[in-house]
């Protein structure tokens, strides 16, 4: 029987690879064969470590050369956008601090706008610049005026504005006339009745007594009638959408804001939401 001296371990095609895989190959000639096949790493690692270097911020800082590395090129035109914003704030920081700029800017603005900061006023009374006799004659109408017209200005306030006016080349009875217009427009001031038509504005305030009611001609009419004082009478009208307090006859009566209407060429007056009426006799119990 004849004798097999075979060996009886099986080596797998696998291992005989790797038991090749050190030993280096030659050529028919007998010389090393050199592989120039590049070694590649792998692409996992590669997108790990550029997320890593893109979000650290020493790996953005510290890059010197023209590209980011680790870094597309999306998130790079990001990051410079960012480091330009981020010198344009801090210079505009140094800016902002240096001396004289606020005045500068007010100077360049006042250029642009074509005109000059206006010089401040001088507080002072007019009145200290009058003669004697202008200003005895200033305050005797003052005095005048403030009886006149209540409700308005204090008497020192007519004072002054006569003095301005005085002061500034005005004869006392000019200056007079013109005070008087300008206190029968002021809001809350009582002007005659008789001056209603003439004052230059939509709303006046009068008082006088209720001399007469006539029965509404319309029922969106609460009532109507005349209110008359030492200088005249006018026409009144109470709106049912004002919800003012009824009046009656002889009583004395001050309408606030009342709105001034023309028909006809003639001026009358009509108590609106906005309107007031003050009963200064109502109430007094010593009347009683």
């Known amino acids: 029987m004849s004798s097999n001296n075979a060996s009886g371990k ?7 690879a790797f038991e090749k895989a050190g030993e280096q190959a030659v050529n028919e000639d007998g010389f090393p064969v050199v592989d120039e096949t590049p070694e590649f790493e792998a692409a996992v690692e590669q997108e790990t470590q550029a997320k890593v270097d893109a979000n650290h911020p020493d790996g953005i800082s510290d890059t010197s050369n023209d590209r980011i590395h680790g870094v597309t090129l999306e998130q790079e035109e990001r990051i410079r956008a960012r480091e330009a914003e981020l010198e344009r704030i801090s210079a505009q920081a140094e800016l902002g601090t240096q001396d004289g700029r606020e005045q500068r800017t007010r100077e360049v603005v006042s250029k642009l706008c074509g005109r000059d900061e206006p010089a401040s006023a001088e507080r002072t009374d007019p009145r200290e610049k009058l003669t004697q006799d202008e200003l005895a004659a200033v305050n005797e109408q003052a005095m005048r005026i403030s009886d006149e017209v209540k409700g308005g200005w204090s008497r020192a306030v007519v004072a002054k504005q006569l003095a301005e006016k005085v002061q500034r080349g005005r004869d006392v009875t000019k200056a007079v006339l013109e005070t008087l217009e300008e206190l029968k427009a ?8 008789a001056d209603v038509p003439d004052v230059p504005v939509g709303e006046v305030t009068v008082e006088g007594t209720i001399e007469t009611l006539w029965e509404p001609s319309s029922t969106s009419i609460q009532q109507v009638g005349l209110i008359a004082d030492d200088s005249g009478r006018i026409k009144f009208t109470v709106w049912n959408k004002s919800n003012q307090t009824e009046m009656q006859e002889g009583e004395t009566v001050r309408f606030r804001a009342a709105a001034k209407n023309w028909y006809e060429g003639r001026c009358s007056i009509a108590l609106t939401g906005w309107s007031d009426i003050h009963f200064p006799e109502r109430g007094r119990w010593w009347e009683a």
């Open 10 to 16: 099986v080596v797998s095609v696998d291992e005989q």
């Open 186 to 193: 002021a809001p809350g001031a009582i002007v005659p009745i």
